[in-house]
T-cell receptor, first 118, second 115 residues
Framework: GAVVSQHPSRVICKSGTSVKIECRSLDFQATTMFWYRQFPKQSLMLMATSNEGSKATYEQGVEKDKFLINHASLTLSTLTVTSAHPEDSSFYIC??????????????FGQGTRLTVV | AQSVTQLGSHVSVSEGALVLLRCNYSSSVPPYLFWYVQYPNQGLQLLLKYTTGATLVKGINGFEAEFKKSETSFHLTKPSAHMSDAAEYFCAVSIGPSSASKIIFGSGTRLSIRP
C-alpha cells in the first residue's frame, strides 16, 4: 500500500519554542492531507484539513495561529506548533489519501509524532 | 452529521476465542466505513473497509466485518484471537464522496488477549 512518512517520530522542546512536523506521501500525490491529535488512551481528533496550494481548513476549537499548516506541494504538508506549552504535548498523526485512486479509498497514516513540551 | 460509536472501551478475550468489537454509525448518506488498528506509539493500519457492494468484508489478519444497514452497524470479528491481536481498534466513517473527505473516528476499543 501507499506510504506516508512522518518526521520526527519523537521530539522534546522547551516551552515557548516552535516545533515543525513533516508529513510526506512517498509514492503518491495528495492534494489533501489531514492532521489529527491523539491524547493518551483516546481517539484521534481531527484538527485540520491541509489543502495543497491553499489555506488549511481547521476544525472548530482548533487555533489556526497556534497550529500552522503549510501544504506547499502534492507530497508534503507541515504542521508547526507555535509557542508550544506543556498542554500541547500529545501524539500528532497525519494522513493522506491517494488522489489517483477511486473515491473514498482508505487513508494512509504516518507513524505519528510524540511531542513533549517541557 | 456522520458519527461513529464504539461500544466497549476495553474488550478482553482468551487466546483462541471469538473476537467481537462493536461499531455503530450515524450517517444521512451511504457511509464509507473502515476499521483501523493501532499498536502503541504507532500510526494506524487499515484492517478493512466497506464502500459499496458485498456487505461482508474480509480484511487482513483474519478479521472481517459486516455492514448491516438496518442496524447501522459495522461490527468487527475474528473467529480465533491471537496474542498478536492485542492493540487498539478504531472504527471510522468517511464523510463525503471524494478523496478530500474527512475520516471521523470512534473512541476506540482496546483489545486484550488472555493466554
Amino acid at each position: 500500500g501507499a506510504v506516508v512518512s512522518q518526521h520526527p517520530s519523537r521530539v522534546i522542546c522547551k516551552s515557548g519554542t516552535s516545533v515543525k512536523i513533516e508529513c510526506r506521501s512517498l509514492d503518491f500525490q495528495a492534494t489533501t492531507m489531514f492532521w489529527y491529535r491523539q491524547f493518551p488512551k483516546q481517539s484521534l481528533m481531527l484538527m485540520a484539513t491541509s489543502n495543497e496550494g491553499s489555506k488549511a481548513t481547521y476544525e472548530q476549537g482548533v487555533e489556526k495561529d497556534k497550529f500552522l499548516i503549510n501544504h506547499a506541494s502534492l507530497t508534503l504538508s507541515t504542521l508547526t506548533v507555535t509557542s508550544a506549552h506543556p498542554e500541547d504535548s500529545s501524539f500528532y498523526i497525519c494522513s493522506a489519501r491517494d488522489q489517483g485512486q477511486q473515491m473514498n479509498t482508505e487513508a494512509f497514516f504516518g507513524q505519528g509524532t510524540r511531542l513533549t513540551v517541557v | 452529521a456522520q458519527s461513529v460509536t464504539q461500544l466497549g472501551s476495553h474488550v478482553s478475550v482468551s487466546e483462541g476465542a471469538l473476537v467481537l468489537l462493536r461499531c455503530n454509525y450515524s450517517s444521512s448518506v451511504p457511509p464509507y466505513l473502515f476499521w483501523y488498528v493501532q499498536y502503541p506509539n504507532q500510526g494506524l493500519q487499515l484492517l478493512l473497509k466497506y464502500t459499496t457492494g458485498a456487505t461482508l468484508v474480509k480484511g487482513i489478519n483474519g478479521f472481517e466485518a459486516e455492514f448491516k444497514k438496518s442496524e447501522t452497524s459495522f461490527h468487527l470479528t475474528k473467529p480465533s484471537a491471537h496474542m498478536s491481536d492485542a492493540a487498539e481498534y478504531f472504527c471510522a466513517v468517511s464523510i463525503g464522496p471524494s478523496s478530500a473527505s474527512k475520516i471521523i473516528f470512534g473512541s476506540g476499543t482496546r483489545l486484550s488477549i488472555r493466554p
